[in-house]
């Protein structure tokens, strides 16, 4: 079964830093990989995914990710934050197939101080 | 351009009454899925379906009832309901042909249970 650890639970920056949020997979094959972001009181918007080919992936909102296989990461980093990107940040890893099904992590909460 | 509809939005059961969260997607996507989410816990999935006719447990899913007569429509039935059952609760769609994986949301149903 494949699973997904974030390590950050929070995370503070100042607008206008640079981010990295962390996000390591567990799973046999090759992944999908996703990133979710939510705002407060919102759903879940996809940022970016990861199927195959170029591991690095470009998103909405000037956000990318690295696939590492050696490393089972997919680290999110934008190089300058706004303010409007504080949220919470959900990585998710996926299975090919019909009966796919998404395994989410437990989130990283970015706060991002003026 | 709805894509993924949940209702209602706000929910507050007493222990034991029975409701259900409505969702449905003009998308014509296949897949339909289920999704608690508790602090620290990320999203869990409750049911989910491939088809009009076709479901499946997920993780968590003591407690839930579900059905799928049409591709549009995709209930969740709580029986009797218990405080544990107190959550945001998200739809998620997605296709099963092509490049799978990518799931669309609702905004969420938050349910209280006293």
């Known amino acids: 079964a494949q699973s997904v650890t974030q390590p950050d639970i929070h995370i503070t920056v100042s607008e206008g830093a640079s981010l990295e949020l962390r996000c390591n997979y567990s799973?046999?094959?090759?992944?999908?990989l996703f990133w979710y972001v939510q705002s407060p009181g919102q759903g879940l918007q996809l940022l970016l995914k990861y199927f195959s080919g170029d591991t690095l992936v470009q998103g909405i909102k000037g956000f990318e990710a690295e696939f590492k296989r050696s490393q089972s990461s997919f680290n999110l980093r934008k190089p300058s934050v706004h303010w409007s990107d504080a949220a919470e940040y959900f990585c998710?890893?996926?299975?090919?197939?019909?009966?796919?099904?998404?395994?989410f992590g437990t989130g990283t909460r970015l706060q991002v101080t003026l | 351009n709805a894509g993924v509809t949940q209702t209602p939005k706000f929910q507050v059961l007493k222990t034991g009454q029975s409701m259900t969260l409505q969702c449905a997607q003009d998308m014509n996507h296949e897949y339909m899925s289920w999704y608690r989410q508790d602090p620290g816990m990320g999203l869990r999935l409750i049911h989910y379906s491939v088809g009009a006719g076709i479901t499946d447990q997920g993780e968590v899913p003591n407690g839930y009832n579900v059905s799928r007569s049409t591709t549009e429509d995709f209930p969740l039935r709580l029986l009797s309901a218990a405080p544990s059952q107190t959550s945001v609760y998200f739809c998620?769609?997605?296709?099963?042909?092509?490049?799978?994986?990518?799931?669309?949301f609702g905004e969420g149903s938050r349910l209280t249970v006293l």
């Open positions: 998710a890893v996926g299975t090919t197939g019909t009966a796919s099904k998404l395994t």
């Open positions: 799973y046999g094959a090759t992944p999908y």
């Open positions: 998620a769609s997605r296709r099963t042909s092509g490049r799978t994986g990518e799931l669309f």
